[in-house]
């Protein structure tokens, strides 16, 4: 399945599009099955009922959705806040139906600080009239930002966290180091120090995350050409946060495939789909390409770094 084209798969030119289309798998309305751990990825709208559902029918319901839409911002598709709105309403109630009775839903959004935060404090009001419960509000920092001349530096990346039901939540932890000593508390007649106490030398991962790297171009897990890649770091606290293993994911706007990936490093089931049969074909690829680089038990590659997709993979090693 791999094809030597254009390497300039980031200039989304309809040169590009036109070669990159003979080799993608799906077309919209179709369905990829994984074999080997159950995976699905589909090529279509999340508002599509009929293929939403199609998605879903197999198997556990899931337990938790993590979406990253296009924000109504400049990439993608820009429309009127409301027309957005109404557009967000259909999938998360898609979203609400079919998840397990106690589950978790996290959503990715942007807010433009050139147009009164569009559309942030739209969807925030829109959620609160769905049978979904307000959990957190995370900001994820980005290394960098631009407007730093006239205004402080836009760094941010809003992640906001609901629950249906009663799902599980697991504490996750930084990888930095706590600094912070001297309170001390009476345990059982014992007079402890925090560090003492602590379940973890690190702190805990609070709703500002500044320990997560922006996906790059010199970064293993760079998916050419997809832009809006989150970093697989991110995904993964949230999958280990609110679900467990053999659990069964949602993401409807599949991109550069994070999510899947993260679901096959972390033994879940992830059912995914992206409108662009270009990028549903990159998420079947990035999970081929980790598998036969190592998988999980000898460190498959989660990326291309500076190769991209539909290059023939010359360096491919086999894990034996
Ligand atoms: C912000 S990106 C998702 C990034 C992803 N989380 C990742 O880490 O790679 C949004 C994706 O949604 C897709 N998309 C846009 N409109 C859609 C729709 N109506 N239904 C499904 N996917 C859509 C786009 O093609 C794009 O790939």
Aim: aromatic share 10%; with cysteine.
């Amino acid at each position: 399945m791999y094809n030597s084209v254009n390497k300039s798969l980031d200039l989304d030119s309809n040169a590009v599009r036109e070669q990159l289309l003979p080799h993608c798998r799906l077309q919209s309305g179709e369905i990829w099955h994984d074999e080997q751990n159950g995976h699905i990825v589909a090529c279509g709208d999340a508002t599509d009922n009929d293929l939403t559902y199609r998605l879903v029918e197999s198997g556990t319901k899931p337990k938790l959705a993590v979406h990253d839409p296009p924000y109504n911002l400049v990439a993608f598709e820009r429309r009127p806040v409301d027309e957005y709105i109404a557009w967000c309403r259909k999938w998360i109630n898609i979203s609400y139906d079919i998840l397990d009775n106690d589950a978790a839903l996290y959503v990715w959004l942007g807010a433009d600080q050139r147009d009164h935060f569009q559309p942030l404090p739209q969807f925030m009001s829109m959620m609160a009239d769905t049978g979904f419960e307000s959990r957190s509000f995370v900001t994820m920092r980005n290394q960098r930002g631009y407007g730093t001349q006239k205004n402080w530096m836009a760094v941010r990346q809003e992640l906001l966290y609901y629950t249906k039901g009663a799902p599980s939540f697991d504490v996750q932890y930084t990888d930095i180091p706590k600094a912070v000593r001297g309170y001390y508390k009476d345990v059982g007649g014992e007079r402890t120090e925090n560090i003492e106490r602590s379940r973890s030398d690190c702190i805990r991962a609070g709703n500002v995350w500044i320990d997560v790297q922006q996906v790059f171009y010199r970064m293993e897990e760079n998916v050419d050409g997809c832009l809006a890649q989150k970093p697989l770091k991110a995904i993964e606290r949230i999958v280990q946060a609110s679900s467990q293993p053999g659990d069964t994911v949602i993401d409807f706007f599949a991109h550069a495939g994070t999510t899947l990936l993260a679901c096959e490093r972390l033994g879940r089931r992830c059912l995914t789909m992206d409108i662009d049969p270009i990028f549903a074909e990159i998420t079947i690829r990035r999970l081929e390409h980790f598998r036969t680089t190592g998988g999980a038990g000898c460190s498959g590659r989660t990326g291309w770094q500076r190769e991209h997709p539909f290059e023939c993979p010359a360096d491919v090693h086999i894990c034996r």
